[in-house]
């Protein structure tokens, strides 16, 4: 009971808005806030993708099931203000969505259409397939260190896979977390917009976190 008294303060104030720095309870913590701002459900390139094993250029990519779709956040702060928190890593690629017992984070091969065809990504090609994927929907470096402190106003957006419809799920903001060093990631709670198409002539993606 008193370990419960004792990180309820630190939990208040990190949910509350304005809280810039880390309870002495979460000390060792690095704390991500992050918005999920869209569920995106086909993506279209402003260029053509070129893959040695096709003859004709990728011009969109859509799940494997029709019910899947691309979870788009936003990293909204790093707070590394932890009394022992020299610094923090990130990687983008280290963020994944927990769904009950699933597991969602960087495109596997063979889970993506191509074009509304039946041909799917390769293990090969699924490499610059993300890179192009990346290139439509994500803004801010794929990585960074970032020195103690707190850092506000990132706004870094990111998508991560889900290729097909999950369970009894009604469109509330997913569980973002993120693999390596000891982390805590707080979503703000707003739900993410539905949008059908993204890339050439889609439409636009929230870029900033609301407070």
Not at 14 to 22: E, I, P, R
Not at 49 to 69: H, I, K, N
Not at 140 to 155: A, E, I, K, N
């Amino acid at each position: 009971m008193r370990k419960l008294i004792r990180y309820a303060p630190a939990l208040a104030c990190l949910l509350a808005a304005g809280c810039t720095s880390v309870d002495r309870g979460l000390r060792h913590t690095v704390v991500l806030h992050y918005q999920h701002v869209a569920n995106v459900h086909r993506i279209d390139f402003s260029s053509p993708l070129v893959l040695a094993r096709r003859s004709s250029p990728v011009d969109a990519v859509l799940p494997l099931e029709s019910q899947g779709f691309w979870a788009v956040f936003l990293l909204c702060s790093v707070d590394a203000s932890g009394a022992y928190v020299p610094s923090f890593y990130f990687d983008v690629d280290r963020f994944h969505v927990r769904y009950g017992k699933q597991d969602f984070g960087p495109l596997r091969p063979w889970t993506l259409r191509l074009d509304n065809t039946t041909d799917l990504n390769t293990r090969a090609d699924t490499p610059a397939i993300a890179q192009a994927i990346a290139m439509e929907i994500q803004e801010g470096p794929s990585s960074q260190v970032f020195r103690h402190g707190f850092y506000g106003g990132l706004d870094y957006r990111f998508a991560i896979y889900i290729p097909r419809g999950l369970p009894d799920y009604s469109g509330d903001e997913l569980t973002l977390r993120y693999d390596g060093g000891q982390t805590m990631v707080l979503g703000n709670g707003y739900p993410p917009s539905d949008i059908p198409l993204a890339g050439l002539g889609g439409t636009g993606i929230a870029s900033s976190c609301l407070p």
